[in-house]
């Protein structure tokens, strides 16, 4: 099993990256800030425009360490990758899976259940622990509407019936979402889902946080030899990671919504570590992406009992144990592609 090492996340204005031997070395303005051996480090994410050294970049391609470059409020702008790992013939496999729409179909109809059913245990939970603080037959309502949608979504024929069940009930889930916040209900809301940008402090939580799963899903499949732009459900498109965003489907109500509500409702974020831009853009300031990027990590580091491998791992590899599934999916190893399902 991978081991989860550490992720580096540079939050620091006006930080350069540069490279010591085989340190990573951070600069502010000319002068050392900090400084950690690479092998200690699985990834760098870089929120700001300094950027970092030639001599970095390509040792960190060599090592296989993965070097991805964000604004200073979480908008996907480069990524450094190294040579293509993995055996070419798997490649090919997700290629000609990928072409073929029925090939296509099954597996994409396991990516959307994982989220449907996942999503169900996030708001079932509201139910569950705070019956007197929510309105119970909004989420028992909502809650039926994916279960029923999951049982819809298994004879599908084409891919854009997956996507239409998918996009209803993304709408009906976000629809009740307001009533699992507990507390700074005046601050934290949402009246729908939206980002670039995110008009709210509910949605840029989440846009920021669904970047950096994102990151950590495409080098999950890197790893294993998968190329995180070439998809089964998210059409192709110049420039987009079509596989990382299909197995994050049903990794965004587990990692994410329930960190965001957890920090929300435990007050450990405040409405005054946000700021409103002129165009209505609403962004995190430094601290406060500083307090959400340690609840992440932390979140990684706890364990779970996988429920396919039946097996005890850290959290943060389990985008890791997801692509691999998946490789022995397309390899024949497997008959069908086993999503995540939260218990």
């Known amino acids: ?52 050294s030639p001599a970095l970049m390509g040792f960190c391609a060599e090592k296989g360490v993965g070097l991805c470059f964000l604004s200073p409020y979480g908008k996907f702008l480069a990524r450094v990758s190294g040579g293509v790992r993995g055996n ?17 179909i099954s ?12 999503s169900r245990v996030v708001i079932d939970r509201g139910i569950r622990d705070h019956t007197e603080q929510i309105n119970v037959a909004a989420i028992k309502q909502a809650s ?24 209803d009930c993304a709408k009906t889930y976000f629809g009740v979402f307001n009533e699992l916040i507990l507390q700074q209900k005046d601050s934290f809301f949402m009246h729908d889902r939206n980002k670039r940008p995110p008009k709210d402090k509910l949605n840029a939580m989440l846009s920021f946080l669904y970047t950096l799963l994102a990151h950590d899903i495409q080098s999950a499949l890197e790893t294993v030899g998968l190329d995180p732009y070439v998809g089964f459900l998210h059409r192709d ?13 049903e990794f965004r109500a587990f ?19 946000f700021t409103t831009k002129e165009s209505g853009g609403v962004l995190m300031d430094t601290d406060t992406r500083k307090d959400v990027l340690t609840a992440w990590q932390k979140r990684k580091q706890e364990e779970i009992t996988h429920p396919f ?35």
Request: proline letters at 3%; one cysteine or more.
């Open 309 to 343: 491998l039946n097996e005890k791992i850290s959290i943060g590899l389990l985008p890791y144990v997801q692509a691999l599934l998946l490789a022995r999916h397309l390899r024949g190893d497997l008959d069908a592609y086993p999503p995540f399902l939260w218990k």
């Open 255 to 273: 990692f994410v919504d329930r960190l965001v509500l957890s920090l929300i409702n435990r007050k450990q974020i405040t409405a005054k570590g």
């Open 237 to 249: 498109r110049p420039g987009r990671a079509s596989l990382a965003l299909d197995i994050m489907e």
């Open 144 to 167: 039926a509407y994916l279960k029923s949608s999951t049982m819809r979504l298994q004879s599908c024929k084409t891919l854009d019936q997956i996507r239409g069940i998918e996009g």
């Open 107 to 118: 597996i994409a109809i396991n990516f959307i259940t994982g989220k449907l059913i996942n």
């Open 88 to 104: 070419v013939l798997l490649r090919k496999k997700q290629f000609c899976v990928s072409d073929n729409e029925n090939d296509c």
């Open 1 to 52: 099993m991978k081991k989860l090492l550490n992720v580096l996340y540079v939050s620091t204005p006006n930080s350069y990256l540069s490279l010591d031997g085989e340190n990573i070395v951070i600069l502010v303005e000319g002068s050392e800030k900090f400084r950690i051996p690479v092998h200690n480090i699985e990834s760098i994410v870089c929120f700001g425009y300094m950027g970092a």
